[in-house]
């Protein structure tokens, strides 16, 4: 058993991303900007904006942070949007999710141009992604595919099993493992016998916040283990979807958590940043 590593892996992007930028501020004396809408005080989203900063910093981005309290209107994000949308300075623009009840999260992510859309979200880049041309990708299943290509592991004609069939993770996973063809199967909450489609996987793709779903009995031998769930168990820490110990013994690969799809996330996040400011640069020239 190997583990796939997107702690060291996610360290070798933030490399390369530090040398690029240091080379389009040099080429235009323009550097990357990312600008993040941050609304309420959930300690989780508040903790993960806070390491996306420190990773803007680290790389030489410019970045900011739009602090909003849990009862703002839906005018008024829409508003800061449409400013960030008009400034040059911002190359990327992140909506920390979920937003509180009273906003229309899809209006939101709809007002956002699609060539600043770093998360990937928007119906524009997600129809791209879905027919194979390029645009922004969601970070996190994103990020899971570079890790599978630093460990030479090819998707194609493999039998995947995506588990979980949100906007954010599952169903960007399945296309991109569709695009890169691989056979692909969707599991989700209403899936009639869950162990019946993780038995004939290659590949479990899982993320959807429940600690030990994917048990050492519903998993064959050699297969490939992604484990993108992340939650706190009652002792404090932070686990994955996958019961760890035990699937470790029968698989191939596999991620940890922490340590794994996690890291990725952010660093892919820093790699569309990159992106839209090069695209944004060449426009301007």
Known sequence: MQILDGKALSKKIEQKVTTEVEELKTKTGSVPGLAVILVGSDPASAAYVNMKKKACDRV???????EMPENISQETIENTITMMNKNPSIDGILIQLPLPPQIDTTKILELVDPSKDVDGFHPYNVGRLATNLDGFVPCTPLGVMELLNEYDIDVKGKN????????????????????????????????????????????????????????EDM???????????????????????????????????????????????????????????????????
Do not use: Q
Request: net charge neutral; hydrophobic share 45%; aromatic share 4%.
């Open 160 to 215: 995947c099993v995506v588990v979980g069939a949100s906007n954010i993770v599952g169903k960007p996973m399945a296309a991109l493992l569709l695009n890169a063809d691989a056979t692909v199967e969707v599991c989700h909450i209403f899936t009639d016998d869950l162990k019946k489609h993780t038995l004939n996987a290659d590949i479990i793709l899982v993320g959807v916040g429940v600690i030990n779903l994917i048990k």
């Open 60 to 66: 030489g981005f410019y970045s900011v942070t739009h």
């Open 219 to 285: 998993v064959k031998d050699g297969a490939i283990i992604v484990d993108i769930g992340i939650n706190r168990a009652e002792n404090g820490k932070l686990v994955g979807d996958v019961d760890f110990e035990n699937v470790s013994k029968k698989c191939s690969y596999i991620t940890p958590v922490p340590g794994g799809v996690g890291p990725m996330t952010i660093s892919m996040l820093l790699s569309n940043t990159l992106k839209a400011a090069k695209i944004n640069s060449e426009a301007k020239n």
